[in-house]
């Protein structure tokens, strides 16, 4: 089943999984691992026949808990978290129809630099860039994308274990990237203020079209600009290949959570993206 990283209060190292087991009949991930926990609810059977052995689309991931101190997936947010509980109407929706790349070439980052980072001037985000590639579990168990690793970076994916999902900028496909909403147990502003305080993507939902995003990778500078920000439901159907998969014209995608908090996590994730332009 689809679901986010959980908070790093509320997840052993690498691979705990949460306690809702995966649903039975999920295809085995690629690389003999088993479903691939995301941002969303179950794979949608399309990205299955397109993907054969790609367990499921949809990690920006859709059930990620950002929030809380987390990274991605609402059942990981800390007690404290639930901050963000307004739910902002969409500026513009996601489209569904976008071309993707073929899932024989891989367009994800092998890595990040130390000094890789994410700017939206708009809402005053400079952050850095850490890079969490996206495992299989050895034992055929759910996969979690990895949390980001505090409340002031943010998260790339690399999914190349999962052919036909993410990019990297400045090669093409769709970059997956992911921050927390506010910080749960977790100071924040690199630990200059006391939890629970807001997170390095807590304004994302003021982003509209035609707001830029700068990606700075392995000395490149790499424009975007917003196409659409929206929120979904954690558990939905629309967390599908549209959100995750490699796109034809190279593209990213923001996650983070927002709407109402209760047994820690959030109900919603907002998800916004952009197309390169420069």
């Known amino acids: 089943m689809v679901e986010e990283p959980r908070p790093e209060e509320e997840r052993p190292p690498e691979g705990e999984t949460s306690g809702e087991a995966p649903l039975e009949g999920e295809p085995a991930a690629a690389g003999g691992g088993g479903p691939l926990a995301l941002f969303g609810g179950r794979l949608p059977v399309p990205l299955v026949a397109a993907f054969g052995a790609v367990a499921i689309v949809g990690i920006i991931l859709a059930v990620v808990v950002l929030g809380g101190g987390s990274g991605n997936g609402g059942s990981q947010e800390s007690e404290l978290a639930g901050l963000a509980t307004d739910v902002p109407t969409p500026v513009a929706t996601i489209d569904p129809n976008r071309e993707t790349l073929s899932p024989n070439v891989n367009p994800n980052l092998p890595n990040l630099g130390a000094g890789d980072r994410i ?3 708009k809402i005053g985000v400079d952050a850095p ?4 590639p996206v495992v299989p579990d050895p034992n055929g168990g759910t996969t979690y994308p990895p949390n980001p690793d505090g409340a002031d970076d943010v998260a790339y994916y690399d999914f190349s274990a999962y052919p036909g999902l993410g ?3 400045g090669i093409g496909g769709n970059s997956v990237f992911a921050g927390h909403v506010d910080s749960g147990k977790k100071p924040c502003k ?4 006391p939890p629970p305080c807001t997170a390095v993507f807590w304004d994302l939902k003021l982003l509209q079209p035609g707001d830029e995003i700068e990606v700075r990778v392995n000395g490149g500078v790499f424009r975007y600009r917003v196409t659409a920000n929206e929120s979904v439901p954690a558990v939905s159907d629309r967390w599908n290949g549209p959100i995750y998969t490699a796109t034809a ?3 990213l995608t923001l996650i ?4 109402a908090f209760s047994a820690g996590q959030y109900d919603r994730r907002l998800v916004v993206t952009a197309e390169r332009v420069g």
Do not use: D, H, M, R
């Open 119 to 121: 700017v939206i001037a």
């Open 129 to 132: 860039l850490t890079y969490k």
């Open 167 to 169: 990019g990297g900028p």
């Open 190 to 193: 690199n630990g200059s203020v």
């Open 249 to 251: 014209k190279e593209s």
């Open 256 to 259: 983070s959570c927002i709407g």
